[in-house]
């Protein structure tokens, strides 16, 4: 069965950090582009950040660059989304998926991240 299993969220202080993971099974992560999603309540699923499958090329919201940093872990097919700096508005259930059949597939169950004092 192919899928993706998000973990590592929590609850963490303004300006901490998490390191949440996107690990794959049935298939191998590193020869799709993988995207890290967020969706807080009441506002809709927007795009965090994104590996590409050529050439590990990253792209980040503006919202979180210089804050986030996406990664790839091939001996564990896993994909890494560390954050540091965090914010309140970063709050959100956080989701990854793989770009598969020209569009996001694969969706998990998500990660909650809480960010408050």
């Known amino acids: 069965q192919v899928q993706v299993v998000e973990s590592g969220g929590g609850l963490v202080q303004p300006g901490g950090s998490l390191r949440l993971s996107c690990a794959g099974s049935?298939?191998?992560?590193?020869?799709?582009?993988i995207g890290w999603f967020r969706q807080a309540p009441g506002k809709e699923r927007e795009g965090v950040a994104c590996?590409?499958?050529?050439?590990?090329?990253?792209y980040y919201a503006d919202s979180v660059l210089g804050r986030f940093t996406i990664s790839r872990d091939n001996a564990k097919n896993t994909v890494h989304l560390q954050m540091d700096s965090l914010k309140p508005e970063d709050t959100a259930v956080y989701y990854c998926a793989a770009w598969r059949g020209a569009r996001w597939s694969d969706w998990g169950q998500g990660t909650q991240v809480t960010v408050s004092s």
């Open positions: 049935g298939f191998t992560l590193e020869t799709y582009a």
């Open positions: 590996i590409s499958s050529s050439d590990d090329t990253r």
